[in-house]
T-cell receptor, first 116, second 115 residues
Framework: AQSVTQLDSHVSVSEGTPVLLRCNYSSSYSPSLFWYVQHPNKGLQLLLKYTSAATLVKGINGFEAEFKKSETSFHLTKPSAHMSDAAEYFCVVRTIPNSGNTPLVFGKGTRLSVIA | DAGVIQSPRHEVTEMGQEVTLRCKPISGHNSLFWYRQTMMRGLELLIYFNNNVPIDDSGMPEDRFSAKMPNASFSTLKIQPSEPRDSAVYFC?????????????FGPGTRLLVL
């Protein structure tokens, strides 16, 4: 079964410093991986996705993630945090890769706090 | 496009009452998913439909929960009778299935509180 593990439940950074949110995956085959963001009392928005193309994936708002098969990781990074980045971030894997009509499996989430 | 539409956005009800949550997927999408978010269990799948047909309802907690999709533009999730432990945020998501149509688009959610 596909699964993801988010290694930190809470990350706190200062505004203007780099962001690193860590995610490891478990998959029987090459996975489809995503990062979603949820701002307080809001829905879920897709940040970026990896679907077996380039291993370095660029997303919205300056975020990017690198797929590393040897480490089974898909960490999310951003060079410089902004106050508006404060939110809950979910690492997500699709139950069947490259199959849009199958469910997603969510990590527990990492809450990102940005300090002025 | 208006995106995925859910109603109501907030629902407060008393234990034992029937609750109906509604979802309108993005026009043209043929897969629809219901997820529930709680502090204890995080985000978990309840049920999903492909082309209006339920595919997997193994995530539905018990017989008190039921979901329907009578047509491509509407789905309901019903809880009868409701219990306090059903309090959660319920999300609907839709996608256009196909090899490269990977993205699930989420609605804003329905925040349910059962007293």
């Amino acid at each position: 079964a596909q699964s993801v593990t988010q290694l930190d439940s809470h990350v706190s950074v200062s505004e203007g410093t780099p962001v690193l949110l860590r995610c490891n995956y478990s998959s029987s085959y090459s996975p489809s991986l995503f990062w979603y963001v949820q701002h307080p009392n809001k829905g879920l928005q897709l940040l970026l996705k990896y679907t077996s193309a380039a291993t370095l994936v660029k997303g919205i708002n300056g975020f990017e993630a690198e797929f590393k098969k040897s480490e089974t990781s898909f960490h999310l990074t951003k060079p410089s945090a902004h106050m508006s980045d404060a939110a809950e971030y979910f690492c997500v894997v699709r139950t069947i890769p490259n199959s849009g009509n199958t469910p997603l499996v969510f990590g527990k989430g990492t809450r990102l706090s940005v300090i002025a | 496009d208006a995106g995925v539409i859910q109603s109501p956005r907030h629902e407060v009800t008393e234990m034992g009452q029937e609750v109906t949550l509604r979802c309108k997927p993005i026009s043209g999408h043929n897969s629809l998913f219901w997820y529930r978010q709680t502090m204890m269990r995080g985000l978990e799948l309840l049920i999903y439909f492909n082309n209006n047909v339920p595919i997997d309802d193994s995530g539905m907690p018990e017989d008190r929960f039921s979901a329907k999709m009578p047509n491509a533009s509407f789905s309901t999730l019903k809880i009868q009778p409701s219990e306090p432990r059903d309090s959660a945020v319920y999300f609907c998501a839709s996608t256009l299935s196909g090899l490269y149509q990977e993205t699930q688009y989420f609605g804003p959610g329905t925040r349910l509180l059962v007293l």
